[in-house]
Nanobody, 124 residues
Framework: QVQLVESGGGLVQTGGSLRLSCAASGRTFSSYGRGWFRQAPGKEREFVAYIYWSSGSTYYRNSVKGRFTISRDNAKNTVYLQMNSLKPEDTAVYYC?????????????????WGQGTQVTVSS
């Protein structure tokens, strides 16, 4: 059984930093990509960042470019989201997800596996 487990969320002040982790178990993801999405109360789930596992290519939503960095540790089968210069509008539940194939990385419906989510709260 495939499991994605997020950790690292919490409460931080504006301008602070957090690093989210997403550990995978149950299978290898060498042909999969891993994405981060977030959902704020009353809003749709939105794409945040994506990394293609084999090549390491990364993609970001415009509002987090230059502040967030997605990376991976192949040996640990773990993906990270380093979040710097956090803003109140970054407050949301952050989800890790995995998908196969290329393309469609910003479309949540392309993803097969999802974690349970971790809360990130940025106070003003």
């Amino acid at each position: 059984q495939v499991q994605l487990v997020e950790s690292g969320g919490g409460l931080v002040q504006t301008g602070g930093s957090l690093r989210l982790s997403c550990a995978a178990s149950g299978r290898t993801f060498s042909s999969y990509g891993r994405g981060w999405f977030r959902q704020a109360p009353g809003k749709e789930r939105e794409f945040v960042a994506y990394i293609y596992w084999s090549s390491g290519s990364t993609y970001y939503r415009n509002s987090v470019k230059g502040r967030f960095t997605i990376s991976r540790d192949n040996a640990k089968n773990t993906v990270y989201l380093q979040m710097n210069s956090l803003k109140p509008e970054d407050t949301a539940v952050y989800y890790c997800a995995a998908k196969s194939g290329s393309g469609g990385y910003s479309n949540q419906y392309e993803y097969t596996y999802w974690g349970q989510g971790t809360q990130v709260t940025v106070s003003s």
